[in-house]
């Protein structure tokens, strides 16, 4: 077949999945196996080897991330039942005071909470954040709502155990250590000077509070029944990773006396210190194989220590152990299936995502684009990374999913890393960086967001539409400075 019409064909594949997501309502799942299926058959695979190769591809993908990611969610889970965050902010807000809180919230969310489902972070983190925004003065919810955005989602997509970031990493088949190593130079910067900018741009006028915040009682209150009723309202239909309805539902169920058993099992959880130790450990043995094996330390001993499988196992371990000795073993075990239900989805997601790599692949369309990205066919370093920014930018804004957009941008770029003059993790940081490219009206969390926060559509355009587009320019600008020194 001729390389005209592999392209041709793997366009339409692209095209078929963004339309079934965004106009058919379509899962995405069912939406990136309709396409990866399509692009195979059409492409001259033939039935049999396009399944098989699907299936190849999603095992591969699975043996690279699987663990990790799951291990991850329910670490994640486990740190939100002890009430972790509350902790921190509560600390943050008693050293550092009103004003140095946003910059100091961002950095913690990005790089510390990455392995919290992303909604569950917005439903615990919002609530915080409007508490603390009186104290910053006129803009003080505007100020929080853009801290919010920079550090939850910012860490999603480039700090380990961010699922975003797994997945990337997964995909692209660079070591998790040197992904944690490298996307914490990117993501907490990112995220601190996002919050600055933004806090320039509100002290010139950006925020009209009579227009962009949302004056209702219930707001202000946080009560569960009026988020989830306008939750069910006004969000889309679309269910993904970072925006799923019923985990966030689930999030915020609870009588009055469930919340009251809640705190006092709360009441009863470990200091800070310990609570974040189990997070801390794995972030630090994942980082000390990395370095490990840059020195070329190869003892079998620091192999095992520092392999992201067994550290972030141990995390989980540690979690599990907290969570059983001080709360109750019904909070332990809800928390146990909550991680369990969000795991599924993403792991299936994440899989198709090699499923698809893996068919263009077979395709033969890793050589045409091989070719066009490679140093021989003079195609600069920056414009390489500027444009793997760009197709995983354009996947987001049509798509509405940050994951999807990053998985299916990494799964189109996979196969032609061989070709391709630029070290592979300052791809996956730029696919990281497009995917992050202006959160708008077709993702659930924008609605989410806009409930739990109490902000007005054009308030929620401001502090998450515009907030993400500037962490995504931040962070690219970031990325190209440091495959100067890469």
């Not at 001729?2 to 392209?7: A, G, N, Q, R």
């Not at 004056?215 to 009723?229: K, R, T």
């Not at 899989?351 to 600069?380: H, M, Q, R, W």
Request: charged letters at 10%; proline letters at 5%.
């Amino acid at each position: 077949m001729s390389d005209t019409l592999i392209v041709l064909h793997t366009a339409i594949a692209i095209l078929v999945i963004v339309l079934l997501i965004v106009v058919a309502k379509v899962d995405p799942v069912i939406s990136l196996v309709i396409g990866t299926l399509y692009l195979g058959v059409a492409a001259g695979l033939g039935f049999g080897n396009t399944i098989e190769t699907l299936v190849q591809g999603f095992a591969d993908i699975m043996g690279e991330v699987g663990l990790l990611i799951g291990f991850g969610v329910l670490m994640g889970t486990l740190l939100t039942a002890m009430g972790a965050l509350q902790k921190l902010v509560e600390l943050l807000l008693r050293i550092l005071g009103p004003r140095r809180l946003p910059y100091a919230f961002s950095a913690a969310l990005s790089t510390i909470f990455p392995s919290i489902y992303v909604d569950v972070q917005l439903v615990l983190a919002s609530p915080l954040a409007r508490s603390a925004a009186p104290r910053l003065g006129r803009n003080g919810i505007a100020m929080m709502s853009g801290t919010l955005t920079a550090g939850i989602l910012v860490g999603y997509v480039f700090v380990v155990p961010g699922l975003a970031t797994v997945a990337i990493a997964g995909l692209l088949d660079v070591p998790l250590g040197t992904m944690l190593i490298y996307g914490t130079l990117i993501g907490p910067p990112t995220a601190v000077l996002t919050t600055f900018i933004y806090g320039r741009l509100l002290k010139y006028g950006l925020w009209n509070n009579a227009k962009d915040e949302a004056h209702f009682e219930d707001m202000v209150l946080g009560s569960p029944d009026a988020i989830a009723e306008e939750v069910r309202e006004e969000g889309p239909a679309i269910t993904t990773p970072e925006g799923d309805p019923s985990v966030a539902e689930d999030a915020r169920k609870g009588t009055p006396a469930d919340e009251a058993e809640r705190q006092t099992a709360h009441h009863h959880t470990p200091p800070l210190y310990v609570s974040l130790s189990p997070i801390v450990v794995a972030l630090l043995l994942i980082a000390f194989g990395a370095v490990a094996e840059a020195f070329g330390l190869e003892a079998p001993v620091i192999k095992f220590l520092g392999d992201p499988v067994f550290a972030l196992f141990l995390g989980l371990l540690g979690a599990y152990l907290l969570a059983w000795r001080t709360l109750t073993n019904e909070h332990v075990e809800e928390a146990m299936h909550k991680g369990f239900n969000a795991t599924g989805q993403i792991l299936l997601i994440t899989g198709i995502g090699g499923s698809l790599g893996a068919v263009i692949g077979e395709t033969g369309l890793d050589k045409i684009l091989g070719g066009f990205f490679s140093a021989e066919a003079g195609v600069p370093e920056m414009i390489t990374i500027l444009l793997a920014w760009v197709i995983a930018a354009i996947l987001h804004l049509a798509i509405g999913s940050i994951s999807v957009a990053a998985i299916t941008a990494a799964g189109i770029l996979a196969p032609i890393l061989g070709s391709i003059d630029v070290p592979t993790v300052v791809l996956g940081l730029a696919i990281g960086s497009g995917a992050l490219f202006a959160l708008q009206v077709n993702s659930n969390f924008f609605w989410m967001f806009e409930t739990l926060v109490g902000l007005t559509t054009q308030g929620t355009f401001k502090a998450l539409t515009l907030v993400t587009s500037m962490a995504s320019v931040v962070s690219l600008l970031l990325i190209l400075a440091l495959s100067l020194v890469v």
